[in-house]
Nanobody, 125 residues
Framework: QEQLVETGGGSVQAGGSLRLSCAASANTNINYCMYWFRQYPGSEREGVASLNPDGLVTYADSVKGRATMSRDVAKRTLYLQMDSLKPEDSATYYC???????????????????WGQGTLVTVSS
């Protein structure tokens, strides 16, 4: 069974940092585009960053300059380092594996094959 497990969420004050991790099970084929999404209560999931198998990373404008997405292939783990956190970054964060190797220009939830269970980030002012 393909599975992703996120960790690293928590509560932090504005201006602080968090590093989210996403561990992929041995049965999860991660040689595809991978994403970080986030979701506010009552809203659709929105894309935060993408990473293709060649290592190309893109970021949503809302986090550009404050987020760094990376991976450790040997550990089968994806990371999202978030710095200079703002209260509006408070959300549940999900990692995801796409159906395709290529990452789309738009971060579309419909392009995702496997979702993690999410990890909650709360940023206080």
């Amino acid at each position: 069974q393909e599975q992703l497990v996120e960790t690293g969420g928590g509560s932090v004050q504005a201006g602080g940092s968090l590093r989210l991790s996403c561990a992929a099970s041995a049965n999860t084929n991660i040689n595809y585009c991978m994403y970080w999404f986030r979701q506010y209560p009552g809203s659709e999931r929105e894309g935060v960053a993408s990473l293709n198998p060649d290592g190309l990373v893109t970021y949503a404008d809302s986090v550009k300059g404050r987020a760094t997405m990376s991976r450790d292939v040997a550990k089968r783990t994806l990371y999202l380092q978030m710095d200079s956190l703002k209260p509006e970054d408070s959300a549940t964060y999900y990692c995801a594996v796409a159906w395709d190797r290529a990452c789309g220009r738009k971060y579309l939830p419909g392009s995702v094959r496997v979702w993690g269970q999410g990890t909650l980030v709360t940023v206080s002012s």
